[in-house]
T-cell receptor, first 114, second 114 residues
Framework: GAGVSQSPRYKVTKRGQDVALRCDPI?????LYWYRQALGQGPEFLTY????????KSGLPNDRFSAERPEGSISTLTIQRTEQRDSAMYRC????????????FGSGTRLTVV | AQSVSQHNHHVILSEAASLELGCNYS??????LFWYVQYPGQHLQLLLK??????LVKGIKGFEAEFIKSKFSFNLRKPSVQWSDTAEYFC????????????FGRGTSLIVHP
C-alpha cells in the first residue's frame, strides 16, 4: 500500500482479555518496528523485524507481549491478559532497508484497557 | 546505549515568532538524526533527517536543523512560525554503525497562537 496501515485504529478491551494489533507495512519494506507511546512521552521501542526474523525484542516489557511477522510482510503484536497499564498508543513503522531508509510510521492503534 | 533529551516540553508562541527546539543526544559513535512532527489527530511524519554531509539540514515547511557534533545537538529551527505549525515535535537518534533502531525523545508540544 501507499503507507503503513495499522488496525484497528482504536481498541477498547476489558482487563484480562487478549488483543492482537496488526501492522501492514509499505510494500517491499524489509524492516518493521513496533513502538509504544504513552501520553506525553515519545515512542518507546518494543521490537523489530528484518523480513520474517525478529531481530530484537529487548523492548517488550514482559512475556505477555509477543510479535510475529511470519511471511515477512504483515506483523501482529499480541498482548495477553491485558492490564490497565498496557493502555497506550501502539505504533508500527517500516523502512526500506536495515539502515532505516524511508522510515515511515503508521497512524497507530489506541489501546484502552478498562 | 543511545538516548535523546528534549528540554522544552511545552512551547507557546505567537504567529511570526521564531522557533528553536532543543535536542541533545547521547551516543558514542556516528549518528543519524531525525525530527518528526505529529499534527493533532494525525500520525508521525518525518520533518527532516541528517545522515552525513552538510550539518545544516533543510526539511519540509520551512524547518531546518543544525547538527553540532561537538555539542551533541540537533536543534530544530523555523524563522517564522504559523498557526498550522501547532503540533508535537519529536527528535530521534539512531546509531549509523550499530543499532538500527531509532530512539525518540519525549517530545515538545508547540502551540502557535494566531
Amino acid at each position: 500500500g501507499a503507507g503503513v496501515s495499522q488496525s484497528p485504529r482504536y481498541k477498547v478491551t476489558k482487563r484480562g482479555q487478549d488483543v492482537a494489533l496488526r501492522c501492514d507495512p509499505i510494500s517491499g519494506h524489509v524492516s518493521l518496528y513496533w513502538y509504544r507511546q504513552a501520553l506525553g512521552q515519545g515512542p518507546e521501542f518494543l521490537t523489530y523485524f528484518n523480513y520474517e526474523a525478529q531481530q530484537d525484542k529487548s523492548g517488550l516489557p514482559n512475556d505477555r507481549f509477543s510479535a510475529e511477522r511470519p511471511e515477512g510482510s504483515i506483523s501482529t503484536l499480541t498482548i495477553q491478559r491485558t492490564e490497565q497499564r498496557d493502555s497506550a498508543m501502539y505504533r508500527c513503522a517500516s523502512s526500506f532497508n536495515q539502515e532505516g531508509y524511508g522510515y515511515t510510521f503508521g497512524s497507530g492503534t489506541r489501546l484502552t484497557v478498562v | 546505549a543511545q538516548s535523546v533529551s528534549q528540554h522544552n516540553h511545552h512551547v507557546i508562541l505567537s504567529e511570526a515568532a521564531s522557533l528553536e527546539l532543543g535536542c541533545n543526544y547521547s551516543y558514542g559513535g556516528t549518528v543519524n538524526l531525525f525530527w518528526y512532527v505529529q499534527y493533532p489527530g494525525q500520525h508521525l511524519q518525518l520533518l527532516l533527517k541528517y545522515f552525513s554531509g552538510d550539518p545544516l539540514v533543510k526539511g519540509i515547511k520551512g524547518f531546518e536543523a543544525e547538527f553540532i557534533k561537538s555539542k551533541f545537538s540537533f536543534n530544530l529551527r523555523k524563522p517564522s512560525v504559523q498557526w498550522s505549525d501547532t503540533a508535537e515535535y519529536f527528535c530521534a537518534v539512531k546509531g549509523s554503525g550499530g543499532s538500527y533502531i531509532p530512539t525518540f525523545g519525549r517530545g515538545t508540544s508547540l502551540i502557535v497562537h494566531p
